[in-house]
């Protein structure tokens, strides 16, 4: 069997879709699974049934959103309890950038509206952020990366937010820490170094918080 003959087929509107299309390849190295209560019930909302399971990848590859690069060579694991979906993870690569941790729920398999949150730390090189944005809807992003260019490696929290049922947008977030961090600006042709500070990236929108620089 494969993983998407595993999933339940009583799941909501969009959500077995989305997990058919995002789990793209790998190996499973482990599944155990508990289930009892008639089938057609599931998920049961008196909790008089019980559905839990664990399913354990070898180097998935994960399209978390079709627009997004992919979530490559991943050990992820699945833990399906009740009516939720929960995902964890250590290691991955999202082009050049490393995921050092990943931690995604999807809080209700039947209800597509409240869709998937997945929050991860990242790191990477600083020539790398800029190719993940250059593959992502996030094309002003691309372009502010291109004017302000950082020179030192990069640490940071990525967050999304994906709704299964298009009813509303998928909501992306990422903080990083500048303290020490070196920036070249082509348009002045200068660099500078962080004293301390925070950049945020919210969806479309580049800023920064408590921003000192050195010149």
Same mark, same amino acid.
């Given at each position: 069997?494969?993983?998407?003959?595993?999933?339940?087929?009583?799941?909501?509107?969009?959500?077995?879709?989305?997990?058919?299309? @995002?789990?793209?390849?790998?190996?499973?190295?482990?599944?155990? *699974?508990?289930?009892?209560? #008639?089938?057609?019930?599931?998920?049961?909302?008196?909790?008089?049934?019980?559905?839990?399971?664990?399913?354990?990848?070898?180097?998935?590859?994960?399209?978390?959103?079709?627009?997004? #690069?992919?979530?490559?060579?991943?050990?992820?694991?699945? +833990?399906?309890?009740?009516?939720?979906?929960?995902?964890?993870? /250590?290691?991955?690569?999202?082009?050049?950038?490393?995921?050092?941790?990943?931690?995604?729920?999807? &809080?209700?398999?039947?209800?597509?509206?409240?869709?998937?949150?997945?929050?991860? @730390?990242?790191?990477? #090189?600083?020539?790398?952020?800029?190719?993940?944005?250059?593959?992502?809807?996030?094309?002003?992003?691309?372009?502010?990366?291109?004017?302000?260019? &950082?020179?030192?490696?990069?640490?940071?929290?990525?967050?999304?937010?994906?709704?299964?049922?298009?009813?509303?947008?998928? /909501? *992306?977030?990422?903080?990083? +820490?500048?303290?020490?961090?070196?920036?070249?600006?082509?348009?002045?042709?200068?660099?500078?170094?962080?004293?301390?500070?925070?950049?945020?990236? /919210?969806?479309?929108? *580049?800023?920064?918080?408590?921003?000192?620089?050195?010149w």
């Amino acid at each position: 069997a494969t993983a998407r003959d595993l999933l339940p087929l009583a799941m909501g509107e969009g959500v077995r879709d989305y997990l058919n299309e @995002s789990l793209v390849a790998g190996d499973i190295r482990g599944l155990e *699974v508990l289930w009892r209560g #008639p089938l057609q019930h599931f998920p049961d909302d008196d909790m008089a049934g019980v559905f839990n399971a664990r399913v354990d990848f070898a180097g998935l590859d994960y399209q978390f959103q079709a627009d997004w #690069p992919m979530l490559q060579d991943t050990p992820l694991r699945l +833990d399906f309890y009740q009516h939720g979906l929960f995902m964890f993870s /250590d290691a991955g690569q999202l082009i050049d950038v490393t995921v050092d941790a990943v931690r995604a729920k999807i &809080p209700d398999l039947t209800d597509g509206g409240r869709g998937l949150q997945l929050q991860s @730390s990242v790191s990477a #090189p600083a020539g790398s952020l800029k190719p993940v944005f250059d593959a992502s809807p996030l094309q002003s992003v691309a372009e502010t990366l291109t004017q302000v260019q &950082p020179r030192s490696a990069v640490t940071g929290s990525f967050n999304l937010d994906i709704p299964f049922d298009g009813s509303r947008d998928v /909501d *992306v977030s990422v903080r990083t +820490d500048l303290a020490g961090q070196e920036f070249y600006v082509s348009a002045i042709d200068q660099s500078f170094t962080v004293k301390s500070g925070t950049l945020m990236i /919210d969806n479309a929108q *580049v800023s920064t918080r408590d921003l000192i620089m050195n010149w």
